[in-house]
């Protein structure tokens, strides 16, 4: 607009030129700087190869304005000659502006590309690093510790995932779930299950844990409610919500589409499919995705079974797929490789049900919320 205006109003040519090579001082710095905003990808992904990014500046030592003898007949583009002010009767001072811009420009671009590198380096900090904030609520009398994440760019609709972890409680795993989803563009947030006090230290403990709300179902609920508040608390739109969880939490996944809890849909990783049969089967509404690993042995043959006919007299729009090769925890890279164990990391599951649970995000959310 600025250009524009010059051009379309009475400026002399002499003046243009002024008035260019003073905005040049500012436009200069911009795009000195912008492939490295082009290769944004490198940049971002490690440090060394943002710093390995600064020879590039050699690229600049050719600014579009070679300044020699030639300075007062012709401006030069890498030797491409792109305008002639030779029959430009320029005053003493237009010229000293004109000259003392352009010089400025060639003796500090150098100091100009290091200073939008750093720029970008700390912006690249500020984008890749997320923050994790530990939320106290309560469920009575029983202190939880949730985490939540908030976007740095939200979807448009302020989607939501809450997330239930597996039953070590909040681990490594869950954490870094929530935190490519906020890079996403998701608002996150993972339960605390157990509550202060209550966290296992070992495997054994977890087990009594777990067994304890899978055989207390309507507790399991509550607590997945107390946390799905806290994600709307956080700024996720109450209508635009999913809920996933990873063994454990992939039970109280399935509980919060049995409850019919005000969700789009739930996702259970390797989760738990037994319900609790002193409950009535009710009509299900929030869509389901089941990943699951089609050598799990801790979910029998007659559970399968049993929980995909529950699918059936719910009336729920269900899917079910199964990974080859997959044992429970298959997506937790610290389940370790002994498939023998029952428990095992298994990469090509694990990056497949991702996908898969991305592509159930967009059908769920219709891409009205990217």
Known sequence: MFFYSLYTSNVSSEHWLVYLSLAGLLTYTICCAFPFFMNSGLICNKHSKCLQQLGLYKTFTCFPFNLGNETENQIRCKGSFIYNISKINFSKSSKEIVTLSLNIILKMRKIIVLFFVILFLFNCNADNTISMKQINYNDGQQKLNGISIIPA?????????????AWMGIDKHAKNSASQLAKMGYYTFIADIYGEGNYPKNWEEAGKNATYFKTHIIEYRNRIQKALKQLILSGANPNEIVVIGYCFGGTGALEAARANMPIKGVVSFHGGLSRDTLLKIE???????????????????EEIQAFQQEMRVANADWQMIYYSNAVHAFTDPDAGNDKSKGVAYNENAAKRSWKAMLDFFDEIFNSNGK
């Not at 389901?288 to 799990?296: R, S, T």
């Open 283 to 301: 009509p299900i509404h929030p869509k389901v995705l089941v990943c699951h690993g089609a050598d799990d042995f801790f979910e029998s043959n």
């Open 153 to 165: 760019v939200a979807k448009k609709n302020k989607l939501g995932i809450l997330i239930l972890p």
